[in-house]
């Protein structure tokens, strides 16, 4: 078998990373003399990492972030320095994953809820773990369509099964009648089986009233907090201090 014939046989068996390499790790056994385990040992260390890689991708686009891009390293902490950073550090790990515990991020707009929940569903799809991202209004939508077409199981089973699962920003948009009931579902769901991270701008006391349904809510919050995380953002709002700087800066106008 020549090298074209190996290469396209590697490619048969689905091994694009060692056949994407193969040339280069040819030479490279030629040049430092590598002992054939080696260089063996170099091409299956390539083909883990392509795979690795994919296996990041797939799942950063499976669980449809809105900020797909948002990390730690890009979050400002000095902005809101009573933040609780070790609280955060300690999220990214995804242990609170592994353990099945839940999350809340409480404050208003424009705090950093979104960044840090999305960075830290990154940092746990890093870890291994499966993430669905999605804002409240969205869910709510998407599993009124589920019900509308006789798919509402199998979308609630789905989701009950995503080993992290983040609802961010409820309270910035009005949500239907039935938005408590749905919510608390999913929640019972999930229960002591997956972890839930939710963000909100509206303090849980005030979630009776967002949602319409104080029993439902009440529900909800006693499942949700039983094993909680809670982070408070802010106060200072990020996006109200580029605006001010933007109106302030003589270079903006």
Not at 3 to 16: D, G, K, T
Not at 134 to 161: F, I, M, N
Not at 175 to 202: F, G, I, Q
Not at 220 to 238: F, M, N, T
Request: hydrophobic share 45%.
């Amino acid at each position: 078998m020549n090298l074209v014939e190996l290469h396209h046989a590697l490619r048969q068996l689905r091994l694009s990373g060692m056949a994407d390499v193969l040339e280069v790790r040819l030479r490279q056994a030629q040049t430092e003399r590598l002992p054939p385990l080696d260089l063996v040992a170099a091409l299956v260390g390539d083909e883990l990492l392509r795979r690795q890689d994919r296996l990041l991708a797939r799942r950063l686009t499976q669980a449809r972030f809105r900020d797909p891009d948002r990390s730690l390293d890009a979050f400002d902490f000095d902005f809101n320095k009573k933040l609780n950073r070790a609280l955060i550090h300690e999220l990214a790990t995804a242990r609170f994953v592994a353990q099945r515990e839940d999350v809340l991020f409480l404050g208003p707009p424009g705090t950093g809820k979104s960044h840090l929940a999305q960075a830290i569903g990154r940092a746990a799809i890093q870890q291994g773990h499966r993430v669905v991202y999605r804002e409240v209004h969205t869910l709510l939508e998407e599993l009124a369509d589920a019900t509308l077409d006789g798919t509402r199981k199998t979308y609630l089973a789905e989701l009950a099964s995503v080993p992290l699962l983040i609802l961010d920003d409820l309270g910035m948009r009005k949500l239907p009648h039935t938005a408590a009931e749905d919510l608390l579902e999913l929640v019972m769901r999930r229960y002591e089986r997956a972890s839930t991270l939710l963000t909100s701008n509206r303090p849980v006391d005030d979630w009776g009233k967002l949602l319409g349904d104080t029993a439902a809510v009440t529900a909800l919050l006693d499942r949700l907090l039983h094993h909680a995380h809670v982070l408070k953002c802010g106060p200072r709002s990020w996006r109200t201090k580029v605006a001010t700087d933007l109106r302030t800066d003589p270079a903006a106008r």
